[in-house]
């Protein structure tokens, strides 16, 4: 018993020992320490060089409980807009550091905007430090704006805190296209070669009969080969939502000409398949869609009581939804010719050594490619109202 008590003795004396190296945190960061980057933006500075902006979040006490005083250019009473320039983002990364007193720190960055100028030069080299460098976050939302990033950072949303927010919950909403860096990384280096980016800008405060510009995102931004080739507006990029997969929700309007009134869904799910198809040298693709809908206001006459009627609302349902895709693909397809529809993907998995033979030639195949359409619409839920009611009816 006392031999082995001896032998254990040392043990427990050496782990004693360690454990005084083992505590203490002298090499820590305090957040009070951390300049947060809440979101940022790139563009072309005014030496022709790169132009980083961000939007910084200094975390400090609240006064008597609301917001602390404004810093100048502040989006919230506890951030502000700071930029710098240089040769590259590294660099102006590097310049921007300088300027603050407090250790920047990128890991909350959730938005990154790209200046209009930037974009229609070209950003594969700037998408290509952000997936390299180990600290912004590649999972940040994507943006391009229109003019300069650094006026819709300064922007003052009137319900959230801050810019990063107010552009992040919008792309949440699925209501437009949602990209983040990785993902716009992946479509630039894919088959096709082509990319969507949501289109933000900031409302005009008389339309909204306010002193603050709110950011707003409004259509989409086309890119080829890296460089921005066009702009899709809103109801273009509905279009090419349905195709990509992308709907998530949504209400679709509709009316009839010898009806009085109009019928609104909303949609509850949403399913698209491409289907590529080689014959005779021909290239086609068929866009299979399969939308479910429920009726949330009926404010026409029609029964839905009535088979007939339901039916007939599917029909319309189809054709709008065929109208948007079609008005979507004539414009990508004949005067961007951007395939942002990730056509060369499902070419190249169902027809690979074809796909060998004439993938330099995509760029003169895409245009020409014949596309049809097959919508299946089903009104899953008509609501407890059956139409409008007459004049004088009892209530």
Known sequence: MIRSVKKTCPFILLLCLTSFFLAGCWDRTEVNDLALILASGIDKGKKNNIELSAQIFIPRAPQGG??????????????????????????????????????????????????????????????????????????????????????????????????????????????????????????????????????????????????????????????????????????????????????????????????????????IRSHSELIPTIKDGKWGMHIKTNVDLEVIQNTTTLNFLDPKVIKKVEQKVGVEIRQREQLAFSIVKKDLHADIFNFADEFQRKYPQIWKQHKEEWNKIFPQIALSFETKVNIKRTGMATGTRKKGAAR
Do not use: C
């Not at 951030?79 to 590294?90: D, L, N, Q, Y």
């Not at 933000?200 to 931004?221: F, H, Q, R, T, Y």
């Not at 209400?251 to 909303?266: A, H, M, P, R």
């Open 66 to 267: 609301g917001q602390s005083g404004m810093s100048s250019g502040s989006s919230s009473g506890q951030s502000f807009v700071r930029s710098a320039e240089g040769e590259t983002v590294a660099d102006a990364m590097a310049r921007l550091q300088e300027e603050l007193t407090r250790e920047i720190f990128w890991g909350q960055n959730e938005v990154l905007i790209i200046g209009e100028t930037l974009a229609k030069e070209g950003i594969s080299d700037e998408i290509d430090f952000w997936m390299r460098h180990s600290e912004p976050r590649i999972r940040a939302d994507v943006f391009v704006a229109k003019g300069r990033p650094k006026n819709v950072l300064q922007a003052m949303p009137e319900l959230e805190r801050s810019t990063s927010k107010q552009l992040r919950k919008i792309a949440k909403t699925h209501i437009g296209v949602k990209v983040t860096v990785k993902d716009f990384s992946q479509m630039l280096s894919g088959e096709s070669n082509a990319a969507v980016l949501p289109w933000v800008e900031n409302l005009d405060p008389s339309m909204m009969d306010s002193k603050k510009a709110i950011p707003i995102i409004n259509g989409a931004a086309i890119f080829k080969d890296g460089k921005m080739v066009g702009k899709l507006d809103d109801k273009e990029t509905r279009g090419i939502l349905w195709p990509r997969n992308e709907i998530k929700s949504g209400v679709i309007t509709i009316s009839f000409q010898d009806e009085k009134g109009y019928i609104s869904l909303n949609i």
